[in-house]
């Protein structure tokens, strides 16, 4: 309002203000609507998706309507040595009690139809919280959980003292092998393998379950809460890439992105990325796991940004593909427009009750036929010779999986993908992403033959001009009884981007 209007504004009671500077109130007021427009990428679901004491009890009685009597013994991840490293809790253990406090653990003992379940968690200690900050507590942690809550000092007594008394303790931790919670990884013992080895060691006739992979299955169904809290860890990751997307131009540093994009998610309430931000430009848009993002980009480049926050413990993983000078070039083009029909062959696929195997299918014979028709594969069905066998051409430039489950890992267990390739089902998370990478060096890695050297022979024109070109796109996508939902509506279309 003008100034002489303010007074009788005031004095009618209404909420008023005085604007002097007509531009500076623009741009504040410019401010303050992206900032909302931020704010509420985050807000619904975190609203609506906190997930109740009794979805983790009733997950806990899941489980132990699988095993027969006996304790289930449940470690959570340990405080690190180093006090000023961060802690990220156990998911199997996240999953089962929703407890983020280090060190702490679960037991539950189960006689016939009864069962009795305990909490083990630091007490307050306020001369440590100094350095930690408060802890739970017993009383936090008994309110929260609806266990008996009990010092995590008296953990090994409690179960030492059960094993005495029980014939099986089922075990959920930090193991290398389905079969034997004993057997040492590639890196030794785990703290949950020795706590275990000393415990069997006292007690000759204790037998010892490792049931991880039972709540590994439990976890590959999603439920409502859950599929919110992924939607709006997506929001987020949403919300970042397009924040990239506007940033880049030629001659920044890929750090400079990287670091734009995680301000994003901690700014919209993630806890931290969920895996290793990756923005690969250039040649590096060809290696699939690179995450060193310290290289300046060039104008003609294209740039893979394979990113995701974990928001209250969930994870999202989206990919986009875009140029640095902000127009695909007409070879950077043709790979993009094969990657996305591709992805949208699968999409098609992708039906509740659909067999992952006719998805992963729909995508290859896309990528297939398109990469035949540019030439940089002989036919859809060409071969090479292969250490002494026959693989695909297609390989060359396609050669990870078509996606993943997401939940409380960013690699997820899912009902669908994986051993057994299911059925898409309701209370899936899951993503797509097809990929063709065009490596500078890909003919060096095909074995010499008389054969393989035509094969270079005729492909070397091609890989020179399509050169360090690495497309990946990825979208997430959830189950419900409405079907399948696409949830992470970044801009992919080569005319959006």
Same mark, same amino acid.
């Not at 500077?21 to 410019?30: K, N, R, Y």
């Not at 057997?183 to 991880?212: C, K, W, Y």
């Not at 070109?469 to 279309?493: F, H, K, L, N, Q």
């Given at each position: ?37 931020? @704010?509420?990428?985050?807000?619904? !679901?975190?609203?609506?998706? *906190? ?5 983790? %009890?009733? /997950?806990? &009685? =899941? ?82 959980t609806g266990l008996v809550a009990r010092s995590s000092e008296d953990f090994m007594p409690v179960i030492d003292s059960l094993a005495g008394v029980v014939r099986t303790i089922y075990v ?9 919670? @004993?057997?040492?990884?590639?890196? !030794?013992?785990?703290?949950? *393998? ?5 415990? %069997?060691? /006292?007690? &000759? =006739? ?24 992924i939607r709006t860890a997506v929001n987020i990751t949403v919300e970042a890439h397009r924040q990239a997307f506007q940033a880049i131009e030629p001659d920044m540093n890929e750090f400079e ?239 959006e981007i």
């Amino acid at each position: 309002i003008q100034n002489s209007d303010f007074s009788e504004c005031l004095l009618k009671s209404e909420f008023c203000i005085l604007i002097s500077d007509v531009s500076a109130f623009t741009q504040l007021l410019m401010r303050t609507i992206a900032l909302l427009a931020a @704010l509420a990428v985050a807000l619904p !679901g975190s609203l609506q998706a *906190q997930i109740p004491r009794q979805e983790y %009890a009733a /997950r806990r &009685d =899941s489980l132990v309507s699988k095993i027969q009597d006996g304790a289930l013994v449940v470690f959570g991840a340990r405080e690190p040595q180093k006090d000023y490293l961060s802690f990220f809790q156990e998911p199997n253990f996240l999953y089962l009690t929703g407890v983020r406090e280090p060190n702490a653990a679960l037991v539950i003992v189960k006689r016939g139809a009864r069962t009795t379940g305990t909490i083990f968690v630091q007490p307050n200690n306020p001369a440590a919280e100094v350095w930690t900050g408060a802890r739970m507590g017993l009383d936090t942690a008994r309110a929260r959980t609806g266990l008996v809550a009990r010092s995590s000092e008296d953990f090994m007594p409690v179960i030492d003292s059960l094993a005495g008394v029980v014939r099986t303790i089922y075990v959920v931790g930090e193991f290398s092998d389905d079969e034997d919670p @004993l057997e040492p990884s590639e890196q !030794g013992m785990s703290f949950d *393998q020795e706590v275990m080895r000393a415990i %069997a060691g /006292r007690h &000759d =006739s204790l037998a010892l379950s490792n049931v991880t992979p039972m709540v590994l299955r439990l976890r590959a169904k999603k439920s409502p809460a859950e599929l919110e809290l992924i939607r709006t860890a997506v929001n987020i990751t949403v919300e970042a890439h397009r924040q990239a997307f506007q940033a880049i131009e030629p001659d920044m540093n890929e750090f400079e992105i990287q670091a734009l994009i995680e301000y994003m998610f901690r700014r919209n309430g993630a806890d931290r990325p969920s895996f290793a931000t990756i923005v690969g430009s250039g040649p590096n848009s060809t290696t699939l796991h690179y995450n060193a993002d310290d290289r300046f980009m060039r104008a003609g480049d294209v740039v893979v940004m394979d990113i995701g926050p974990s928001y209250a413990g969930y994870a999202a993983d989206v990919t986009r593909t875009v140029p640095v000078s902000g127009t695909f070039t007409p070879e950077q083009r043709e790979i993009y427009r094969v990657v996305r029909g591709a992805q949208a062959a699968a999409e098609r696929a992708a039906q509740l009750g659909a067999a992952w195997r006719v998805v992963n299918q729909a995508a290859t014979t896309a990528l297939a036929q398109g990469l035949a028709r540019i030439g940089l594969i002989e036919s859809p069905e060409a071969t090479y010779d292969c250490n002494g066998q026959q693989c695909p051409q297609l390989g060359l430039f396609y050669f990870h999986g078509l996606g993943h489950g997401i939940g409380l890992d960013v690699h997820d267990p899912e009902q669908a993908i994986g051993e057994g390739q299911g059925a898409i089902q309701r209370g899936s998370a899951f993503t797509i992403e097809p990929g063709i990478y065009v490596r500078a060096n890909v003919l060096d890695l095909v074995p010499d033959t008389p054969r393989n050297r035509q094969l270079v022979t005729k492909l070397r024109p091609l890989i020179e001009r399509f050169a360090n070109i690495g497309v990946r796109i990825e979208d997430d996508y959830i189950v419900t009884e409405r079907g399948v939902e696409w949830i992470s509506r970044a801009p992919r279309e080569i005319e959006e981007i």
